[in-house]
């Protein structure tokens, strides 16, 4: 956290980052239950509802890194609030004064995954201009502290609306909150202006496809980051997004309850994010594949046990959480590091098209999976997301021997 206090950008930028966040872990708490709750829990239907919500990043991720590496920083961040803000008052719209349909919710999630794309390169791509390159694992840990306590208020503030209010006005509170973030990123001081390659849509999406190719070849522990996260991916985000939701829906029935339980796994995510740099003195590709790992084997526990033992259960959720900030840490720092100063919104725009087209894949594969276990679906897509890793896993354990001997 210190480092987030080196200068006023970094004040400002962490700042809106806490606003921007908070509100959208309480939208995707919100967004989850309405979704779970219009689909009557058929995990079929919710798996290609999020297989749509994300598909708009094979075309707008490129555009981001584009926007990251070309265009006023400053500007792209505020004007990305102001339009998610808008989306955000559609939503409530959408719940509170008509009827909800499947189509006219995946249509406004798919305008807000498009945003989220233009908004995550540049956000990641503004701390390399500002802080040193030796700051940045500092700053990454305090950045996932402050995204990790807004997991936490975020599903804790839908609980309470959901009690007191109505679940929809949760989408009020997300529109309040990326005002307040737009407001603190308007006072951010511009950064010098630099050289602007021409925007051209249909070579950025060729170059995307193509960069991939070529980040195999010229950065190989940086394609390893990428591409083992792009397939865990393929799993954890339905876990994350929806089968985890349902789940907790089915054992508590209550919403409140998905609530306070993503706020539990949240407050795993802190205390690693705050211990990371104590257990981590350097970050490489192999922390990666081990976090991976590690996170996938305590989320396949958690599966397991949910029917047996409720409150072991949250005990391990709670150090899911804990491994699920070393992951986030490591892979940021990753990018960053091995990333050329000319690349960091590229690599990053790469990064979240590669691992947000997994996002989308983990929706049919959840519906797969579904059709093939029925209720065990949230063991089948763990147990997944174990196996995922192990290839790099044991890779990268081979490399370290081998620089023992």
């Known amino acids: 956290m210190r480092a987030l206090a080196l200068n006023s950008s970094t004040k400002t930028l962490s700042t809106a980052y806490f606003f921007s966040k908070c509100g959208e872990f309480a939208f995707e708490t919100a967004f989850a239950v309405a979704v779970v709750t219009l689909a009557e829990a058929n995990l079929l239907l919710i798996g290609l509802i999020y297989f749509f919500r994300y598909l708009p990043s094979a075309l707008f991720s490129p555009i981001g890194g584009w926007l990251a590496d070309n265009c006023n920083k400053k500007q792209t961040l505020a004007l990305v609030e102001l339009a998610k803000c808008i989306v955000a008052l559609l939503f409530f719209a959408l719940f509170e004064f008509s009827q909800a349909s499947i189509l006219s919710v995946i249509a406004i999630s798919m305008v807000m995954t498009a945003l989220d794309c233009l908004y995550v390169p540049t956000f990641r791509a503004y701390f390399p201009d500002i802080v040193e390159k030796d700051e940045l694992s500092s700053v990454n840990s305090g950045v996932q502290v402050i995204e990790d306590a807004s997991s936490i208020l975020g599903p804790l503030v839908f609980a309470l609306i959901a009690i007191l209010l109505s679940a929809s006005y949760t989408f009020i509170f997300f529109a309040l909150f990326l005002l307040f973030s737009a407001a603190c990123i308007s006072m951010l001081v511009p950064l010098p202006s630099k050289e602007v390659t021409a925007f051209n849509g249909f070579s950025l999406i060729k170059e995307a496809a193509g960069s991939v190719r070529e980040l195999r070849k010229s950065n190989a522990p940086l394609f390893g980051v990428v591409l083992c996260t792009t397939i865990c991916a393929m799993f954890a985000t339905s876990v994350l997004r ?55 084997a305590l989320f396949f526990l958690a599966a397991l046990i949910l029917e047996l033992n409720v409150w072991l259960f949250l005990v391990v959720l709670f150090f899911v959480g804990f491994i699920g900030a070393f992951v986030d840490i490591a892979i940021v720092t990753n990018i960053q590091c091995l990333s050329r100063q000319s690349e960091v919104g590229r690599n990053f725009s790469l990064y979240y098209f590669t691992a947000v087209v997994g996002d989308a894949l983990s929706g049919l594969i959840a519906s797969f999976v579904y059709l093939i276990v029925g209720p065990a679906t949230f063991v089948g897509m763990t147990l997944m997301l174990l196996l995922a890793p192990l290839r790099w896993r044991i890779k990268g354990e081979n490399h370290e021997n081998s620089d023992r001997m």
Do not use: D, H, R
């Open 242 to 296: 929806f089968i985890l939701p349902a789940s907790i829906l089915e054992q508590f029935q209550s919403e409140a309850a998905v609530g306070y339980v993503m706020s539990l796994l949240a407050m795993g995510t802190v205390l690693g994010g705050m211990l990371y740099i104590k257990f981590n003195k350097e970050t490489t590709s192999n922390s990666v594949f081990k976090y991976w790992t590690a996170y996938g």
